[in-house]
C-alpha cells in the first residue's frame, strides 16, 4: 500500500472516531462506545471504507500498550495497600464466578469440550474476558452522587483496581496454556519468573526515575524514558515469556506509579493516546468486527453473554461482600457497582483474537456488554442508593477497612 492511501485511512479513522465518540459522550454513553462504531461502519460490516491493514493493526498495537501503561501509572498502590483483605477478596470472588460462568455458557452453547482442548480454551477465554471491570462509569455516578469516598465507594474503586490486576494474571495464564507446545509446568513457572523478576528490576527502575523525577522534574526526559520502559517490559514478557505484551506494559504503570511525576507521564502520554492511538485501537475493533457470519445463534449467544456477565459480576462481587459483614443492601451497590466493562474487556478481547483464542464474530457480544453495562450500571447504582442511602461506617468496619 502506498504511504498516501495510509494516510487517508488515518485521516477518516481518527474524524470519524472522534466524531462519534463526542457523539456518544453527548448520549451519557462511553466515548469509546462511539468510536467502536465508527471503525463498524467504516470497516468491511458497512461502508467498507478502510480495510484493516498491517499497518493500522501495528498502530493499534501500540494504542493498546499504551493505554495498558497509563492504567498501571494512574494505579495508587497506597490505597490499594490500605484496602487490606476485604477488596482484594471481593475482586478474586468477582474475577473466579465471571470465569466459571462464561466458561459454562460457551459450552452450553458448542458443547462441553475436552480440559487441554483448543476448544476448552476457547471457552475459558469467554470467561476471562467477563472477568474485566471498567470503574470510570462507576466512579462518575458515585462522584455525581457524593459518595465516592464513602466506605462503599472506596471498596469498588479499589476491588475493580485489584479485579484488572488478577484479570492480567489469568489472561496471562490462558494464552500460556494456550500454546500447544507449552507444558504446564513451564506455563506457571515463565509466568512467577515474570513476575519476580518484575519485581526486582521494577525497584531498580522505581529508584532510578525517582532520581531523575528530583533532579529533572517536569521533563520530557522522564515521559520518554518511561515509554522506553513501557516498550522494553512489553517486548520482554512476549519475546523470552510467552506473557501477554499488555501485562508487560501494565506492569511498567505499575513501577512507575509512585514517583512525583507519574500523573505527567500519563497526561504527557495521553495526548498521543487520545489523538491518534486511542482512536485507531478502538476504530480497529469495529473494523475487525466480522457480521457477515452474525446469525440467530450468534445474537441468543450476545444476550446471553451479557446477562451472564452482569449476574455474575453481582454474585461473585455482592456474595463475597455478605461475607464480609456488608449489609445485603450494601452489597448489592458493591456487586452492581463492578458489573461495567470497558477498556479492559476490548484490550483482553484483542489479545485473544490476536492469538487465536477469539473469532472476530464474538467482538460483538463484547461491545454490546459495554453499552448496557455502561447505561444499566450508574442508573440502577442511583436508584439503590436512593432507595438505601449510606449509613456511617461503623468502628468496626472502618478498623477492618
Known sequence: METYEICK???????FAKAFGLIARKCKAPQVVGEIIAGLILGPALLGWVEITPFISQMAEIGVLLLMFCAGLETNLKDLIKTGPKALAIACSGVF????????????FYGFAKIGSPEFFRALFIGTIMTATSVSITVEAL?????????????????????????????????????????????????????VLALIVGYCA?????????????????????????????????????????????VAGLILCNIHDSDYIARRLDINSYIMFGPIFFASIGLKTDIKDFNLSILWFSLAFVAVALITKI???????????????????????????????????????????????YFTSVILLIIVSS??????????????PEEPAKPAAEEAS
Open 9 to 15: 485511512d488515518l485521516a477518516i479513522i481518527i474524524v
Open 97 to 108: 464466578v465471571p470465569l466459571a460462568g462464561g466458561t459454562l455458557l460457551y459450552m452450553l
Open 143 to 195: 462522584r455525581e452522587m457524593g459518595v465516592l469516598k464513602g466506605e462503599l465507594g472506596t471498596t469498588i474503586l479499589n476491588a475493580a483496581i485489584i479485579d484488572d490486576v488478577i484479570g492480567m494474571i489469568v489472561l496471562t495464564v490462558v494464552v500460556g496454556f494456550n500454546d500447544p507446545t507449552a507444558m504446564p509446568l513451564r506455563v506457571v513457572r515463565n509466568t512467577a519468573i515474570f513476575f
Open 206 to 250: 522505581y529508584k532510578v526515575f525517582k532520581k531523575i523525577d528530583q533532579k529533572y522534574p517536569h521533563t520530557r526526559r522522564i515521559t520518554i524514558a518511561g515509554l522506553a520502559l513501557c516498550l522494553a517490559l512489553a517486548y520482554i514478557a512476549e519475546k523470552y515469556f510467552g506473557i501477554a505484551d499488555i501485562t508487560g506494559a501494565y
Open 315 to 361: 454474585i461473585g462481587c455482592g456474595l463475597m461482600a455478605m461475607l464480609l459483614k456488608y449489609p445485603p443492601k450494601h452489597a448489592l451497590k458493591i456487586g452492581v457497582g463492578m458489573m461495567t466493562r470497558g477498556e479492559v474487556a476490548l484490550i483482553v478481547s484483542q489479545k485473544g483474537l490476536a492469538v487465536g483464542l477469539l473469532d472476530p464474530v
Open 375 to 388: 447505561i444499566l450500571t450508574p442508573i440502577t447504582l442511583k436508584l439503590l442508593y436512593h432507595a438505601f
